[in-house]
Structure formats: structure tokens, C-alpha cells
């Protein structure tokens, strides 16, 4: 039992597979939930202070976008958990390729 270890980040054992569908287009209207991690997995967000940094950006999503709102979100030490809601389907990219 690893109770109570602090456990290293191993990509060959810690590696997940790819849940997005592939010719779904993600840039159509519904609720998305999206996980952002940090680079090589560094515990940045056990600061306070970059914590609510992470948090102001999160929050000013929409400022950006004016067809996405955000819903629940939560931040963890080296992740950030959240649900962005697409209103109505706006064109984005080139339309070559779905996003």
C-alpha cells in the first residue's frame, strides 16, 4: 500500500488514452468538461497566490468568447477541473478540420 505516499508521475503507467470522439466537431454548441494540467505535472497551483491567478483567468474565459459561460470548476494542485458551456455554434478555424 502507497497510503499516504506522494506518487511520482510515471507515463508508462500513469499515461491515458485520447476520450475524444474522432469527427465530432467540439467546436458546436453544449457543455464541455476539460481538464488542464500543468506542465510536467508540477504541484503550481499549491501556491495560493498562482492559484488565484489560474483562477482569474478561468473566469475571464468569456470575456474572450461571447458564446461560452462556464460552469463549475475546481482547482487542484497541479490541475484544474471545469465545465465550459458553447451557447449557439459560432465558425471558428479554417473549416478545413473540425476543432
Known amino acids: 500500500c502507497h497510503c499516504g505516499e506522494k506518487m511520482k508521475y510515471n507515463p508508462d503507467r500513469h499515461h491515458r488514452k485520447s476520450i475524444r470522439l474522432k ?16 506542465k510536467d505535472r508540477k504541484l503550481f497551483f499549491e501556491d495560493e497566490f498562482i492559484k488565484s491567478i489560474a483562477e482569474t483567468f478561468w473566469k ?9 459561460k462556464l460552469d463549475e470548476f475546481i482547482i487542484m494542485p497541479n490541475h484544474l477541473h471545469g465545465i465550459i458551456i458553447i451557447e449557439n455554434d459560432i465558425a471558428v478555424g479554417t473549416g478545413h478540420r473540425p476543432v
Open 23 to 38: 469527427h465530432y466537431d467540439y467546436s458546436q454548441a453544449g457543455a464541455y468538461f476539460v481538464t488542464i494540467c500543468t
Open 60 to 68: 475571464e474565459i468569456p470575456k474572450h468568447f461571447i458564446n461560452v
